[in-house]
């Protein structure tokens, strides 16, 4: 039965192709701190390094102590 004029396979290839774009979106901006040659934490997608403090497990004074620690050292 098809809804819009598109039948279940085609929905699946419209939603699989929107989720690619707005991963892809998410991720445009990942490595821009490498390709100028700093050092970065690998980020995960859409929180970046914040999903502890964002999902509260870490308070933000402590995320920022760890974070600094793990950046000592590099450039």
Known sequence: ?????????????????????AYLYLRRNYGVWEAKGLFSL???VI???NF???TGRVHI???HKE?????EGHK
């Open 1 to 21: 039965m098809p809804f819009l004029g598109l039948d279940l396979g085609s929905w699946v290839l419209v939603l699989l192709g929107l989720w690619l774009v």
């Open 42 to 44: 690998p980020p995960t």
């Open 47 to 49: 929180f970046g390094n």
């Open 52 to 54: 502890p403090v964002l």
């Open 61 to 63: 004074n402590d995320f």
């Open 67 to 71: 974070f600094y620690k793990k950046m």
